[in-house]
């Protein structure tokens, strides 16, 4: 029951990333916003969602919630593979400084998103430390 619960989760982030990505395509001509963006929210909402929902948070949700969430909702929506392919594509078209601007966009702006979930989460919580339950999860993430 826990892997259709994920796949559900999954169906439904990649159907929001889809969205996102096509109402950010008329900003992203010279660089992808739009899978910016998605990446950004989902770190914020995998940082927050996983904080807030511990054992001891403020909304202690089932591991099969978080499961749906955390891997399928935020596996399905954020896009990791489909940075790496517009990356190498600026990079082969020689745009090497708007390749740059991606990667440390991306790689800045989602470590900050995830952090800025947790943390908000933490403060909601009353001061949680950690986004998962037991060591070898937060590994899983």
Same mark, same amino acid.
């Given at each position: 029951?826990t892997?259709?619960?994920?796949? $559900? @989760? @999954?169906?439904? *982030?990649? &159907?929001?990333?889809?969205w $996102?990505a096509a /109402?950010?395509?008329?900003? !992203?001509? !010279? ?5 910016? =963006?998605?990446?950004? !929210?989902? #770190?914020?909402?995998? +940082? %927050?969602? +996983? ?7 403020r909304?202690?949700? #089932?591991?099969s &919630? ?8 935020? +596996? *399905?929506?954020?896009?990791? !593979?489909?940075? #790496? $392919?517009q990356? $190498?594509?600026? /990079?082969?078209? *020689? ?10 966009? #991306?790689? %800045?702006?989602? /470590?900050a998103? &995830?952090?800025?979930?947790?943390? /908000?989460? =933490?403060?909601?919580? +009353? @001061? ?14």
């Amino acid at each position: 029951m826990t892997t259709l619960w994920i796949a $559900l @989760g @999954g169906a439904l *982030g990649s &159907v929001a990333r889809f969205w $996102l990505a096509a /109402l950010a395509e008329p900003i !992203s001509r !010279s660089l992808p916003l739009g899978t910016i =963006a998605i990446n950004v !929210s989902g #770190s914020l909402l995998i +940082g %927050l969602f +996983g904080t807030l929902t511990l054992h001891n948070g403020r909304f202690p949700a #089932s591991e099969s &919630v978080r499961l749906f969430v955390m891997v399928g909702f935020c +596996g *399905g929506f954020t896009t990791f !593979s489909s940075f #790496s $392919l517009q990356t $190498l594509e600026l /990079l082969r078209a *020689g745009a090497w400084t708007r390749a740059l601007v991606n990667m440390a966009a #991306s790689l %800045l702006l989602c /470590l900050a998103a &995830v952090a800025a979930g947790h943390a /908000l989460a =933490a403060q909601i919580n +009353g @001061g949680a430390r950690h986004y998962a339950e037991i060591e070898t999860e937060e590994e899983t993430f």
